[in-house]
């Protein structure tokens, strides 16, 4: 902000720097566009959040005065559910599959496609369309996909001769075959940021290695990969903030079954906290979640800056 | 480029991508479209041929289940719910935001930095956390089952996001054209107005269509605040659909192509702004 106020100076010709920047001409128009920004994010976003972490300490159904105090009850609760455990394993799954399998292959295609051409563009706009496409149905095609009597899975096992399972209705199947949808539709996404961090660095670089006679993916592996490194850092907070709030996929394709295995822990918070109102239980997930995602981005802030420093 | 000549004459450096790479790509490109592909042809297809035809071309192309759709009851209304969420969120929007932006970039005052860190504290955790105390906030204030509530909730949520790309977007502006139009004495609003605004169409368009994807999109805020059928946005009216329909697969995956279409068309059109919203949101915030 002193870079506004010392270009105003030399503009305006004069060395002193006495402006009164709270001048009557400046504050009605801040009274006018700030108050809406305000008050929406306030009303809507802030407050329900401290709510959750007031209902979290009380036994309460959404009715009459909040006055039955529990303490750490409600948290208690959670931890102790039976489907927690597991909301909270499946969600760690999704990060792991996505760090280990969907950004290697991202990057893998965004190495391939990061050059111009029509081709190029067609392949790009077609890996990123799944991405754009509704969790909803997304989620209702791969049913469809995986359906046990008229879906593609049964093809797949009569060609190989095998008599498969419904696999999302089977506990074994069920978490890889989510994690290939998940691929599907959001490996496009990270393909595009890599696109972008490749396409920024400078040709030079990359021409003046080559004519050295480096070998192409020594080239990816010791300049491409260090240049990108902030996208990839993006990416990583993507795909983790993304997996915490896994629920529009999962609803279409399991509901959270069979027998509550598939569950994230926003459907957890769906299924055990929304659905029978109980709104401190609700919200003792809601704190929990919000401390993991407020610590994701420390972390990432963390990173990326020592990415902008090297 | 003056390397020693070779056989063919062309530039030395041909092989960037193998044929092994590009293989690969193939095969993904064919992963992501089959389901499309079968999803569209299956609207067309009786039962029993889903199964013993899933790659082929339909017997026949008659479009009974598609019209019956949409002069059916609840496709028409749930696209019109839904459109009518997704503009009302992004005009909403777009005009809160950059009116915040525009004060944070442009006018000096006590506290701005405070404030903006306050209104970006959205990007920390997503609309999903506190999804039940907001439930009970709309109770209150009698926003349930409204179209309005939806929107206003929406637009809260997507501020953050907004205000970091307008006010990324209007630092850059020279800041001469600024101060030459308050020397003229030319009021803040005038300035947002008439010279802001207009020199930032790029990234209006950028912030509307990202607006406008998440509203079309989203489904939990409207499947927790929504509980009349006319209400319901599409997502929801394609779940009631499956709901109602079972494992009808043909009819649900015609229901699903028409839902789809919409969207696709309008991706391939705004493409651009997505991408440039995206990467631009991604790598500067």
């Not at chain 1, 890996?127 to 989620?139: D, K, R």
């Not at chain 1, 299924?271 to 997930?285: D, S, T």
Request: glycine content about 8%; aromatic content about 14%; some cysteine.
């Amino acid at each position: 902000m002193a870079s506004v106020a010392s270009s105003i100076d030399t503009v305006s010709g004069s060395a002193v720097r006495p402006r009164r920047y709270m001048d009557r001409k400046s504050l009605v128009p801040l009274l006018l566009f700030l108050p809406p920004a305000l008050l929406l994010f306030t009303v809507f976003v802030v407050l329900p959040m401290i709510d959750a972490g007031t209902f979290s300490f009380f036994d309460w159904t959404g009715y009459g005065p909040i006055t039955d105090f529990v303490g750490f009850d409600n948290y208690e609760d959670v931890i102790t559910h039976r489907n927690f455990g597991t909301a909270v394993r499946n969600s760690l799954i999704v990060v792991a599959v996505s760090l280990l399998i969907q950004l290697p292959l991202a990057m893998w295609a965004a190495i391939a496609l990061s050059e111009r051409g029509t081709h190029v563009n067609i392949l790009r706009t077609i890996f990123f369309v799944p991405y754009m496409l509704a969790e909803i149905a997304a989620g209702l095609i791969w049913k469809f996909v995986y359906d046990g009597n008229y879906g593609l899975v049964p093809i797949i096992g009569d060609a190989i001769g095998q008599k498969l399972p419904f696999v999302l209705a089977d506990k074994l199947w069920v978490i890889p075959a989510i994690m290939l949808v998940i691929i599907w539709k959001y490996f496009g996404f990270h393909m595009m940021i890599y696109i972008a961090g490749l396409q920024s660095i400078p040709s030079e670089v990359i021409e003046a290695a080559r004519l050295d006679g480096v070998k192409k993916w020594k080239i990816v592996w010791h300049i491409k990969l260090p240049m990108i490194w902030s996208a990839i850092v993006v990416s990583v907070f993507f795909s983790i903030t993304g997996a915490l709030q896994l629920f529009d996929l999962i609803i279409p394709l399991t509901g959270g079954g069979p027998q509550n295995t598939s569950h994230t822990i926003v459907t957890f918070l769906y299924q055990f906290g929304i659905l029978r109102m109980k709104l401190g239980f609700g919200g003792a997930v809601s704190v929990m979640l919000f401390i993991a995602c407020v610590i994701v981005a420390i972390v990432y802030r963390r990173l990326l800056f020592r990415a902008e420093q090297t | 480029m003056s390397a020693p000549p070779l056989p063919t004459g062309t530039k030395r450096r041909r092989p960037t991508v193998s044929a092994f790479q590009w293989f690969t790509m193939l095969v993904i490109a064919a992963f992501i479209i089959v389901p499309f592909y079968t999803t569209a042809l299956g609207g067309f297809k009786e039962i029993g041929e889903l199964r013993v035809n899933p790659f082929g071309l339909p017997a026949s192309w008659d479009p009974v289940r598609f019209t019956e759709i949409i002069f059916g009851p609840t496709y028409m209304r749930s696209l019109g719910n839904s459109l009518f969420i997704a503009v009302g969120t992004v005009i909403l929007s777009t005009l809160i935001s950059s009116m915040a932006a525009f004060a944070f970039a442009h006018i000096k005052f006590f506290g701005s930095k405070f404030l903006m860190g306050y209104l970006l504290l959205g990007l920390l955790f997503p609309s999903a956390t506190a999804i039940l105390p907001l439930f009970i906030k709309m109770r209150d204030l009698g926003l349930l089952d409204k179209h309005l509530g939806i929107i206003i909730v929406q637009v809260a949520f997507s501020l953050s996001f907004s205000i970091l790309l307008f006010h990324n977007f209007f630092k850059e502006l020279p800041k001469e054209l600024i101060d030459a139009a308050r020397m003229d004495n030319c009021g803040y609003l005038r300035i947002y107005w008439y010279i802001t605004l207009p020199l930032c169409l790029p990234i209006i368009a950028t912030v509307g269509v990202f607006n406008f994807v998440g509203s079309w999109n989203s489904f939990l805020l409207p499947l927790i605040t929504l509980n009349t059928d006319a209400n319901y946005t599409w997502p929801l009216g394609i779940m009631q659909f499956q709901g109602q329909y079972g494992s009808d697969w043909p009819r649900i995956l015609a229901y699903l192509t028409l839902s789809i279409l919409p969207a696709i068309a309008f991706f391939l059109l705004a493409q651009r702004y997505i991408i440039s919203g995206l990467t631009g949101g991604a790598v500067k915030g």
